[in-house]
C-alpha cells in the first residue's frame, strides 16, 4: 500500500519526507536511445542442486549475477537496460549472453574472453532456510573486466542511472578500476549512481570492502544496503570490525538497533549521499532522505528461495525512481518485486512484469484467467 507511512512500531514518524521528495539531484529525462540503466559486473553459469553436492543428483542450469538481476528486473518492468561484462568464449558465456537477449537486456556492450572460462555458481540447499553457494570466478572472463570496455560501453549511449554493486570491484584490481571509471563517467554524464553494497565475504574482507566504498560515498545518489553493511560505507573504520564508527559528540544513540540504523544512515547522508535505503530483510526496508525517513513492511509471501532478493528489491526501487515516483512509491514497488522473488525459485526467474505486479494482492486460490 501507498498511504501514509508508518514507523515501526506504527506511528506516523514527523520527518516523514514528502510524497514528491526525491535524491538529491535530478533524474534525466530519457531520450530516445539513452538507456534508463547501465550495469555491468560478473555474471555467471548457476548450478541449483537439490541437496548436498556430495551425494550427486541432478541440477538446474541458469545463470546468476548480481547486477543482470536487476538489469532482468528492470527489463521486465518495462525499462531500457544496458548490460556489460565479460564472458568467455565458451558455451557458458553464450547461454550468459542468450538468456540476457531473451529477457530484453540490452548486451552491446558485453565482450568475450579467449582467454579465461566463464565464471560458475554452485548453490547447494543445506537446510530449508539454508543454502551454501560455492563460487568458481578466480580468473574467470569476468573477473578480467578493464576500464576501457566500460568507458566504451557507457560513451555510446550515456544512461539516466548507473547501477554498480560492491561485488564488482571485489574481483580484481582491473574489475575495481572498471568501476572507478563508470564512477567519473556517470558524473561526467550527469547519471545518477546507485550503488548496492552487496558484501561478499568470500570475495573480500571487510577491510578491503570498506577502503573502496568510502572512496565511493560521495558519488553516491542512491546507497542500497542491510543494515550490517552500513558500517562499511562510513569512515573513521566503520568497516573494519564491523563495529559503527565513532559518532558525533552531539549525537546520542540509544541502545537498540533502529536507532543504531537511523543514526548510520544520517550520517551517510551527511557525507553527500542523496538517499539511503536500509533492507531489512522480513522486517521490510526503509529509506532516509534529507527530508526525513519512512518504512515499509515486508508482503507477505510463502517463501520458496531468498537468492535474488535483495536484487529484485533494488529492481523495483529503481523502477519506480524512474517512474517519477516518491519515496513511499519507490519502496513500496521495492518490497513488492522483492517478494516475488521470495516465492519463486531462482535468481531471476520469479521477477514480475509491470502487469503482475499487483498479484500479490489476489487471495489464495486465486486463478487469474
Known amino acids: 500500500m501507498t498511504g501514509q507511512p508508518a514507523a515501526p512500531g506504527g506511528e506516523v514518524p514527523q520527518d516523514a519526507p514528502r510524497p514528491g521528495a526525491a535524491t538529491g539531484r535530478p533524474l534525466l529525462p530519457g531520450q530516445p536511445g539513452r538507456p534508463d540503466v547501465f550495469t555491468f559486473g560478473e555474471t555467471m553459469i548457476a548450478l541449483r542442486g537439490s541437496g548436498p553436492l556430495k551425494l550427486g543428483g541432478t541440477m538446474n542450469v541458469s545463470i546468476a549475477g548480481a547486477e543482470s538481476n536487476v538489469a532482468i528486473g528492470l527489463a521486465r518492468l518495462g525499462h531500457h537496460v544496458r548490460w556489460a561484462g565479460a564472458v568467455g568464449e565458451d558455451e557458458a558465456g553464450q547461454l550468459v549472453l542468450r538468456t540476457l537477449r531473451?529477457?530484453?537486456?540490452?548486451?552491446?556492450?558485453?565482450?568475450?574472453?579467449?582467454?579465461?572460462?566463464?565464471?560458475?555458481?554452485?548453490?547447494?540447499?543445506?537446510?530449508?532456510?539454508?543454502t551454501r553457494v560455492h563460487y568458481y570466478r578466480a580468473g574467470s572472463a569476468g573477473s578480467r573486466l578493464t576500464a576501457e570496455v566500460i568507458q566504451s560501453a557507457f560513451s555510446?549511449?550515456?544512461?539516466?542511472?548507473?547501477?554498480?554493486?560492491?561485488?564488482?570491484?571485489?574481483?580484481?584490481?582491473?574489475?575495481?578500476?572498471?568501476?572507478?571509471?563508470?564512477?567519473?563517467?556517470?558524473?561526467?554524464?550527469?547519471?545518477?549512481v546507485c550503488l548496492d553494497v552487496n558484501f561478499r565475504a568470500r570475495l573480500w574482507t571487510a577491510e578491503e570492502a570498506a577502503d573502496v566504498l568510502r572512496e565511493w560515498i560521495p558519488a553516491v545518489d542512491v546507497l542500497i544496503a542491510s543494515d550490517d553493511e552500513?558500517?562499511?560505507c562510513l569512515p573513521d573504520g566503520g568497516g573494519r570490525?564491523?563495529?559503527?564508527?565513532?559518532?558525533?559528540?552531539?549525537?546520542?544513540?540509544?541502545?537498540?538497533?533502529?536507532?543504531?540504523?537511523?543514526?548510520?544512515?544520517?550520517?551517510?547522508?551527511d557525507l553527500g549521499v542523496g538517499e539511503t535505503v536500509v533492507k531489512l530483510g522480513a522486517a521490510g526496508a526503509r529509506a532516509f532522505t534529507h527530508s526525513g525517513s519512512l518504512h515499509r513492511p515486508a508482503k507477505p509471501v510463502r517463501a520458496v528461495d531468498a537468492v535474488g532478493?535483495?536484487?529484485?528489491?533494488?529492481?523495483?526501487?529503481?523502477?519506480a525512481l524512474l517512474d517519477g515516483e516518491g519515496p513511499a512509491g519507490r519502496l513500496e514497488r521495492a518490497v513488492t518485486t522483492g517478494a516475488f522473488a521470495v516465492a519463486s525459485p531462482g535468481d531471476w526467474e520469479g521477477a514480475p512484469t509491470r502487469s503482475e505486479l499487483g498479484l500479490l494482492g489476489a487471495p489464495p486460490g486465486t486463478v487469474v484467467r
Open 309 to 319: 532478493a535483495g536484487d529484485a528489491f533494488v529492481a523495483g526501487y529503481l523502477s
Open 230 to 232: 552500513l558500517p562499511l
Open 102 to 130: 531473451a529477457e530484453g537486456v540490452e548486451i552491446s556492450g558485453a565482450t568475450t574472453d579467449p582467454g579465461a572460462p566463464t565464471g560458475l555458481l554452485l548453490f547447494e540447499p543445506r537446510l530449508p532456510e539454508v
Open 241 to 269: 570490525d564491523g563495529s559503527p564508527p565513532p559518532l558525533p559528540p552531539q549525537v546520542v544513540v540509544a541502545d537498540d538497533a533502529a536507532a543504531t540504523v537511523a543514526t548510520q544512515a544520517r550520517l551517510l547522508l
Open 156 to 192: 555510446a549511449a550515456p544512461p539516466r542511472v548507473l547501477h554498480l554493486t560492491g561485488i564488482t570491484p571485489s574481483l580484481s584490481p582491473t574489475a575495481r578500476s572498471a568501476a572507478r571509471c563508470a564512477l567519473q563517467l556517470a558524473r561526467d554524464h550527469g547519471a545518477l
